[in-house]
């Protein structure tokens, strides 16, 4: 018995299917986040500028100096966020709400009272806020 062929390629089912998959990707929040979105669009950039390219020297070189500047400007953009990322660890990872609940979980096990929710504007009819005391150690 002969084994039926296999079925042509089809380019446009290989990017259906491609694009099904890439909708179930979901890149991680935070600093690497970020970069992987803006190194996706370099590499987009890119891909057009090699699209692009033809046998007019005045056309070729500008689409590589706008691609030469779109990189060093990513290069740049990395390079600052990866040192936030080293002072700030907590907030490169975090976005957002998710950084303030972490700061609020934080406060409490550290023992302080929950935050409470206060009107933004003072009444200067009333005296200042107390401030809050920390918790006193069983040794003093």
Do not use: C
């Not at 380019?11 to 970069?35: C, H, M, N, Q």
């Not at 669009?41 to 056309?59: E, H, K, N, Q």
């Not at 779109?70 to 040192?83: C, D, E, L």
């Amino acid at each position: 018995m002969s084994e039926p062929s296999p079925a042509p390629f089809d380019p446009a089912d290989w990017i259906k299917r491609l694009t099904e998959s890439y909708r179930s990707v979901r890149f991680p929040r935070g600093v690497v986040g970020k970069t992987t979105h803006g190194m996706l669009a370099l590499f987009g950039i890119w891909g057009v500028i090699l699209w692009r390219w033809t046998d007019s020297l005045a056309t070729d070189a500008g689409l590589l100096a706008a691609g030469l500047v779109a990189s060093g400007i990513f290069i740049w953009w990395v390079k600052t966020t990866q040192a936030f990322a080293e002072r700030n660890p907590a907030q490169a990872i975090l976005d957002g709400a998710e950084f303030i609940e972490y700061k609020k979980f934080e406060a409490q096990v550290k023992g302080l009272p929950p935050a409470t929710t206060t009107v933004l504007t003072s009444d200067p009819s009333k005296p200042p806020p107390s401030f809050i005391e920390p918790p006193l150690l069983d040794n003093e």
